[in-house]
């Protein structure tokens, strides 16, 4: 069931949103060449709770930590432990917060130090896409808008966005109604309406679209072993129109 939330449960989105995104400031300020994922990991807890919010991921269907950390061809899910980033590393960080009881999600892509220009321009065209889809998320549109715009975008640029994870709805729970894929065609399924609250969250690979599990159960990889990034972003449509609600 699509469950569209009221000016008040929206406020206390709002919130949770605040506290992902300050979570994810922190994590471009630790980011650089030597520091571990475990210990963005542990920098990510300690935020949150200081935060008197929770992190969402922590247990959930038995992931054992607070954020994912996703290194170079790892598209989502990546385990943080004891890898130390290198210089020209590029890290997909996602965070996830419960406050009071309602949810906030987003990713940034970061390069490690000095990164390549095509892993540069792959962060660009990655959060383009976001900005694209996040454009057409306006109340009188459909679903299907969200997803071309973002499919559009990555593929006249010589891109590809994965298929096989998608973006989704969010607000009690992490994962709601609606799917919300990054492919599709304008005009396809739900007519959106204010009050509808949605995490878009666009996975772009260099190459070809196909993934694959590692063996820890989680990590998810390009199955070419090209590099892939990946930003997200909670979004409500308010009055019609798109708001960013993990955002400071």
């Not at 130390?84 to 419960?98: N, R, Y």
Request: with cysteine; hydrophobic share 40%.
């Amino acid at each position: 069931m699509i469950i569209f939330k009221t000016t008040q449960e929206l406020q206390k989105m709002r919130q949770a949103g605040r506290v992902v995104a300050k979570v994810l400031e922190l994590m471009k300020e630790r980011v650089r060449p030597g520091v571990t994922t475990g210990e963005l990991d542990n920098l990510a807890n300690q935020a949150i709770i200081k935060s008197k919010a929770l992190p969402s991921f922590k247990g959930y269907r038995g992931y054992p930590a607070s954020i994912c950390t996703s290194i170079n061809e790892e598209i989502v899910h990546g385990i943080p432990g004891k890898r130390a980033l290198k210089e020209g590393d590029i890290i997909s960080i996602d965070v996830g917060t419960i406050y009071r009881g309602y949810q906030g999600d987003a990713a940034i892509t970061l390069g490690v130090g000095q990164i390549t220009p095509e892993a540069q321009r792959l962060l660009e065209v990655t959060q383009g896409a976001l900005e694209a889809g996040i454009a057409q998320s306006r109340a009188g549109n459909h679903l299907g808008d969200i997803s071309w715009a973002i499919q559009d975008y990555v593929e006249s640029r010589n891109m590809s966005v994965v298929r096989e994870y998608t973006g989704h709805g969010i607000g009690r729970r992490m994962h709601e109604d609606p799917q919300v894929f990054n492919f599709g065609q304008p005009g396809d399924g739900l007519g959106l309406q204010s009050g509808l609250t949605v995490a878009l969250e666009p996975m772009v690979n260099i190459g070809d679209w196909r993934t694959r599990v590692l063996d820890d159960g989680w990590t998810v990889v390009t199955k070419d072993g090209t590099w892939s990034a990946h930003f997200e972003h909670t979004i409500a449509i308010m009055d019609g129109e798109p708001l960013i609600l993990t955002q400071l």
